[in-house]
């Protein structure tokens, strides 16, 4: 198949896709420019076209970050959206074609994309076209095939194409794939989390909202309501556990509100998430030897002496005399956080799927330490509440008891294990 | 009395700078030397605190690593300055770290996947938060400084070297992280 050519044009010039990339989706998608570290201003409004829930591309193409670099600078406007639409559809195909490797066409694309599909028209078509000049003649002059896509409506003089391309005005961004001899786009779903689980979860959470709107209408508060729902939607999806919690007993004990704490505790019953079984969450642990190793803090993990096997319930003592450091991680549910306690001290790390921290051991310890590995597992973000956490054990006077908020977050759908570990002095 | 530089409105940020800049000239003039026309005023301090804009390289560093008491003022204005503070991760932690946070604030550091020799820098902010410059101090000093794009819905990235000073810091649990 032939590969394409992606080329954007602006009132300033024409900017080529160089390379479109799927990035860690924690990430937030970005333009660059160049290949190089420089992040063009229009990459919140590339990411916003790329993920849910307003983006276009995560919907249908299951994937939530990208990097683009381009050639030249695309500083603002939408009329990118539908040459980069069609790279995304071209990557997806295997078809496009990325800086330095060889085009059977080129495509010239401007249009606005909406959430529906529909291209929208754009302004300034006839500059675009005479800033895009010295390209036309530079492919003229190589024999390529060029196209050239505007949105239906746009009226441009035919004197300002230019001669011997081919043109085609679109009203989708399902006539613009299928210019191209594109495959159909993907069928339209509902949004989707990346994770199976979790999106079936939210989808029938969604239905629930929508029952919980229409009781807020039943009840005459509809306006109110609807937006304290999306509002607590959004605590809960972003896994902002405790602040959920509290918007939640604040409305119940609302004054005057008859209708509030029936929608409140109805609204907690379909929101919090449902809490992962303990036992999912997989400890782990090992310690390098100062003698097997000399890096310790460069160890890799053939170098790690186990003290914890994954799904083991209990840690062997590590002693300073023969070990330099050891290694922790927690894995098991979609989210994952690891803290590591000694006294008021604590580390966290926290991440999808899995969280690794690293205590190094010191040769001048004088006493035992005792290091509790605590590790929390949710199937929303888990930061928010793993940094609660630490503030509430910090914020105590007296002995750091995990208990009563482990208690807390559990019930709002966090599940946790505690190990504990000690780490015995070098001796004499 | 004192008040949080964040508490203030952009008229009294601007006012205030106005004056340090006055009150910096004036000592300049009132110390006269030569070595004292080298030493960073307060008002470049101020800039390095505060403005994006303003070259901080190695000759900036070099100058506050020279000189302990004038590093220890820019340390202060900096806690005067932050809209938000991380300090060095506990004792505990080592190695390289991957993520950063504190209340209203996260950091993670991401590989590209397109480029490994870049690494996005994404900062997760509260409401309301909108800073414009993370610092990166080791023991008072600064190591890095990164100025960064308007938050959107929470979010601002920035792209550093993999193998860059700033990386290096981020991920250092020595690192004290300061967003003014």
């Known amino acids: ?428 | 009395m004192s008040a949080q530089w964040s508490a203030l409105g952009p008229a009294s940020q601007a006012a205030a700078a106005e004056r340090f800049a006055a009150l910096s000239a004036r000592d300049r003039m009132a110390a006269g030397g030569a070595a004292e026309a080298t030493r960073p005023c307060f008002a470049q301090l101020w800039a390095w605190a505060t403005d994006p804009a303003q070259e901080f390289g190695p000759a900036e560093r070099a100058a506050l690593a020279a000189d302990p008491p004038l590093r220890a003022d820019f340390a202060l204005l900096l806690r005067r300055v932050a809209v938000l503070q991380v300090p060095a991760a506990a004792a505990a932690a080592s190695g390289r770290l991957e993520a950063r946070s504190g209340p209203g604030f996260k950091l993670r550091l991401a590989r590209s996947r397109a480029d490994p020799g870049q690494t996005y820098v994404v900062l997760e902010l509260a409401a309301g938060i909108a800073p414009r410059l993370l610092l990166i101090l080791q023991d008072g000093a600064p190591v890095a400084r990164l100025p960064l794009p308007e938050a959107a819905e929470g979010f601002a990235q920035v792209i550093v070297a993999s193998d860059g000073p700033e990386a290096e810091a981020l991920r250092d649990p020595r690192s004290e992280l300061i967003l003014t």
């Open chain 1, 1 to 428: 198949m032939t590969a394409v050519r992606v080329t954007i044009p602006t009132t300033e010039g024409v900017a080529e896709v160089q390379r479109l990339t799927e990035e860690d989706p924690e990430i937030r998608s970005v333009v660059c420019l160049d290949g190089t570290a420089t992040a063009l201003a229009i990459s919140a409004d590339y990411d916003a076209f790329v993920r849910q829930p307003t983006g276009v591309i995560e919907r249908l193409w299951r994937h939530a970050a990208f990097r683009l670099d381009v050639s030249a600078r695309i500083e603002q406007g939408r009329s990118w959206q539908l040459g980069v639409f069609l790279a995304h559809a071209l990557l997806a195909a295997g078809r496009l074609a990325e800086r330095g490797a060889p085009a059977g066409q080129v495509v010239w694309a401007t249009g606005e994309v909406d959430a529906e599909l529909a291209v929208r028209p754009v302004e300034e078509v006839p500059r675009k076209l005479a800033q895009s000049a010295a390209l036309f003649a530079a492919l003229a002059a190589a024999g390529a095939k060029l196209l050239i896509l505007l949105p239906a409506g746009c009226a441009v003089p035919e004197a300002a194409l230019p001669a011997g391309c081919a043109l085609r005005r679109v009203a989708s961004a399902a006539e613009a794939v299928a210019a191209l001899g594109l495959p159909a786009l993907p069928v339209r779903r509902a949004a989707a989390a990346p994770v199976r689980k979790r999106r079936r979860s939210w989808a029938w959470r969604a239905a629930a909202l929508g029952a919980l709107a229409l009781l807020a209408v039943a009840a005459g508060l509809a306006a109110g309501w609807r937006d304290m729902l999306r509002q607590w939607q959004g605590l809960a999806t972003s896994g902002q556990l405790i602040a959920l919690d509290e918007a939640l007993q604040a409305a119940a004990s609302e004054p005057h509100c008859l209708s509030c704490a029936g929608v409140a505790a109805l609204a907690r019953t379909w929101l919090l998430p449902a809490p992962p079984d303990p036992a999912a969450l997989v400890l782990a642990a090992g310690e390098v030897h100062g003698s097997r190793f000399g890096g310790c803090e460069a160890a890799s993990d053939r170098d790690l002496v186990p003290v914890m096997a994954a799904g083991a319930t209990a840690l062997a003592a590590t002693s300073a005399a023969t070990s330099c450091l050891v290694r922790y991680r927690a894995a098991g549910t979609p989210y994952v956080a690891l803290l590591l306690l000694a006294g008021r001290k604590a580390v966290l790390a926290d991440g999808p799927e899995r969280a690794e921290l690293q205590l190094p051991v010191p040769r001048w310890l004088g006493e035992t330490m005792q290091v509790r590995m605590v590790a929390l597992g949710a199937t929303v973000p888990v930061h928010s509440s793993a940094a609660w956490l630490v503030q509430s054990l910090q914020a105590g006077e007296g002995p750091v008891d995990p208990d009563a908020p482990l208690r807390r977050l559990a019930a709002l759908g966090v599940a946790h294990r505690v190990v504990r570990h000690q780490i015995a002095p070098a001796g004499p």
